[in-house]
């Protein structure tokens, strides 16, 4: 059974510190994906980013970046100089193949709290 | 831009009613699903669909029936609510043959049984 822990279940930070969530998986799968949502206040997840398991390039977009190392089964999220804009709940997920459709494995999420 | 629509953002029903949640979806997506959401747990999967007519259970099927009579329209159903169906409920499509598409989510019900 696939499992996604976030052993981080709420972090609060000073705007511009970077911050980094924490994210561990668990798959038998040789071929899997990861993603990262992030939920607002106002409720709706917001798709981040999507890594396959063939691809240990790390990824920055913007103030964002993402550390993918298979070794450990991470998939860390950076945020670099953490703006009030960033505070929600972060998750990350696993998808699992399946012959009609992907479906993903949540972890329990990260809530990020951002003050000024 | 991906738009899927949660008829409610809110709703209070009492126990025992039969519960309808409905989920629209405009980019012609195969692929629909019903997630729960409660502190600590996070998302949990309760049943998705493939295709029109076509439904698979996920990890906490009970309780809960779905319907999808056209593409664009999947509706998640609480037969006999119950205090314990308290929650969050978040509707998502992804356009999906097993590739592992990103999924794209409504904004949730918070629903509340009395």
């Known amino acids: 059974a696939q499992k996604v822990t976030q052993a981080q279940t709420e972090i609060s930070v000073v705007e511009k510190e970077d911050v980094t969530l924490d994210c561990v998986y668990e798959t038998r799968d040789t071929t899997y994906y990861l993603f990262w949502y992030k939920q607002p206040p106002s409720g709706e997840l917001v798709f981040l980013i999507r890594?396959?398991?063939?691809?240990?390039q790390n990824e920055i977009s913007g103030r964002y970046s993402w550390n993918f190392q298979k070794s450990t089964s991470s998939f860390n999220f950076t945020i670099t100089a953490s703006q009030v804009v960033d505070s929600a709940v972060y998750f990350c997920?696993?998808?699992?193949?399946?012959?009609?459709?992907?479906?993903?494995?949540f972890g329990t999420g990260t809530r990020l709290q951002v003050t000024l | 831009d991906v738009k899927v629509t949660q008829s409610s953002r809110y709703l209070v029903k009492r126990t025992g009613e039969k519960v309808f949640l409905e989920c629209v979806q405009d980019m012609d997506h195969e692929n629909m699903f019903w997630y729960r959401q409660d502190p600590g747990l996070g998302l949990r999967l309760i049943y998705f669909?493939?295709?029109?007519?076509?439904?698979e259970k996920g990890d906490i099927p009970e309780g809960y029936s779905v319907s999808r009579e056209k593409k664009e329209r999947f509706s998640l159903i609480l037969e006999s609510a119950s205090t314990n169906q308290t929650s969050m409920y978040l509707c998502a499509s992804s356009l999906d043959r097993g590739n592992n598409q990103p999924q794209h989510f409504g904004d949730g019900t918070r629903l509340s049984i009395l």
């Open positions: 997920a696993l998808s699992e193949s399946s012959g009609t459709a992907s479906k993903l494995t």
């Open positions: 890594r396959n398991s063939f691809d240990e």
């Open positions: 669909s493939y295709d029109v007519k076509m439904k």
